[in-house]
T-cell receptor, first 111, second 114 residues
Framework: SQQGEEDPQALSIQEGENATMNCSYK?????LQWYRQNSGRGLVHLIL?????REKHSGRLRVTLDTSKKSSSLLITASRAADTASYFC???????????FGKGTSLLVTP | DGGITQSPKYLFRKEGQNVTLSCEQN?????MYWYRQDPGQGLRLIYY???????QKGDIAEGYSVSREKKESFPLTVTSAQKNPTAFYLC?????????????FGEGSRLTVL
């Protein structure tokens, strides 16, 4: 079942600006993951944050997790045109065996 | 290079025909998954397999069938019973069957029913 919901659905920014995407979910989770998808391609894993972690960094990516609010955010700093893609959050429920994906945020970065 | 290979990339089918989408991985992963992606709908789970010779239905298994006879292979058959099969199909794998880690995805197969 789809559990994560990303917000906004679409985001348009200029190169050099930061992009922030949010994800909300409904049930207790083991971990939350963010993926990126270029148009017509497969998804690529970006970062995983466990339920006992609050923040994680990877290069220009910063992810936060608030389990009390059942929400997460993905921040991309100093965005580039090559960051243009759809970004999905996915949750692993405590009782589940497969990732549940949200509908994604479509990010457009213009030069 | 290790990875997941899906074929064909594009497939056209007439109504009433069954089609099989191939998914092969050389990552030595135990678990494999099939997702369906429709515009604006995100990814929905069709079937998953945690180990060879075992698989489980996902959220939208009706009209689909799978097999897992080898660790490397997890083909998906879209049967004529699937009411709206036109979609983008994504295969994925993970190191263990608990989906605690990341998924590795193939490049997808786009099925169009004429």
């Amino acid at each position: 079942s789809q559990q994560g919901e990303e917000d906004p659905q679409a985001l348009s920014i200029q190169e050099g600006e930061n992009a922030t995407m949010n994800c909300s979910y409904k049930t207790s989770i083991n971990n939350l993951q963010w993926y990126r998808q270029n148009s017509g391609r497969g998804l690529v894993h970006l970062i995983l944050i466990r339920s006992n972690e609050r923040e994680k960094h990877s290069g220009r990516l910063r992810v936060t997790l608030d389990t009390s609010k059942k929400s997460s955010s993905l921040l991309i700093t100093a965005s580039r045109a090559a960051d243009t893609a759809s970004y999905f959050c996915a949750t692993v429920p405590n009782s589940g065996y497969a990732l549940n994906f949200g509908k994604g945020t479509s990010l457009l970065v213009t030069p | 290079d290790g990875g997941i290979t899906q074929s064909p990339k594009y497939l056209f089918r007439k109504e009433g025909q069954n089609v099989t989408l191939s998914c092969e991985q050389n990552l030595n992963h135990d678990a494999m998954y099939w997702y369906r992606q429709d515009p604006g709908q995100g990814l929905r789970l069709i079937y998953y397999s945690q180990i060879v010779n075992d698989f489980q239905k996902g959220d939208i298994a009706e009209g689909y069938s799978v097999s897992r006879e080898k660790k490397e292979s997890f083909p998906l058959t879209v049967t004529s019973a699937q009411k709206n099969p036109t979609a983008f199909y994504l295969c994925a794998s993970s190191r263990n069957g608990l989906a605690a880690g990341e998924l590795f995805f193939g490049e997808g197969s786009r099925l169009t029913v004429l």
